[in-house]
Structures are given as structure tokens and as C-alpha cells.
């Protein structure tokens, strides 16, 4: 059974930085395309950095050159690292396999001073 667990949301100042964490199971990280998507209050879940199983990463506009987007194979376990945060970076973060309709439950990460 495919199963992703997110950590490492929180609370950050603007300006601020948070790495976020994707714990994987019964899934072999590098067999598809992982990404993380977000969902902000009142809008749909959007794409936000996605890594093919070849290792490339694919950025939206909105976070490019903030974010980056790895994986440790041994670990299992895909990372978002958040750089440069803005108050609209607000929302909760999932990650996942779009193809497997396989999500996790999500980790809150909110902007604010």
C-alpha cells in the first residue's frame, strides 16, 4: 500500500525559510514523477515542484528560484526546500504521485509576521 506522510510545516516570518519532509512507503522513490502540490484557502490544489523519475526538477514560476525540490533514495523520503517565504506561499502542502492518485494528508505551512 502506497502511503506518504509530509512534515515540517509551521509557522514563518516572511523572508523566513522551512524544508518540508515526505516520508514514502510501500513506493520506491525514482519509479514516477513525485511532486508537491498545494491548497490555499478558498482555491483548488495547484502544482508547486514536481521531480521525474530521472532526477529533474520542474518548477512553477511562482517558486522558482526559491524552491528546491530532492530526494534521498536511501531514506525514501522527498524534500521542498522553502526559501525566500512569502505570505501568498500560504496554504497546506501534499505530496505525491499525480499518475497514482496517491497523496498525503498534508502539512500546514503558514506566512505571517
Known amino acids: 500500500q502506497v502511503q506518504f506522510v509530509e512534515s515540517g510545516g509551521g509557522l514563518v516570518q516572511p523572508g523566513g525559510s522551512l524544508r518540508l519532509s515526505c516520508a514514502a512507503s510501500?513506493?520506491?522513490?525514482?519509479?514516477?514523477?513525485m511532486s508537491w502540490r498545494r491548497q490555499a484557502p478558498g482555491k483548488g490544489r495547484e502544482l508547486v515542484a514536481q521531480?521525474?523519475?530521472?532526477?529533474?526538477?520542474y518548477y512553477v514560476n511562482s517558486v522558482k528560484g526559491r524552491f528546491t525540490i530532492s530526494r534521498d533514495k536511501a531514506k525514501n523520503t522527498l524534500y521542498l526546500q522553502m526559501n525566500s517565504l512569502k505570505p501568498e506561499d500560504t496554504a497546506v502542502y501534499y505530496c505525491?504521485?499525480?499518475?497514482?492518485?496517491?497523496w498525503g494528508q498534508g502539512t500546514q505551512v503558514t506566512v505571517s509576521s
Open positions: 521531480i521525474s523519475s530521472g532526477g529533474s526538477p
Open positions: 510501500g513506493f520506491t522513490l525514482g519509479s514516477y514523477t
Open positions: 505525491g504521485v499525480y499518475s497514482l492518485a496517491a
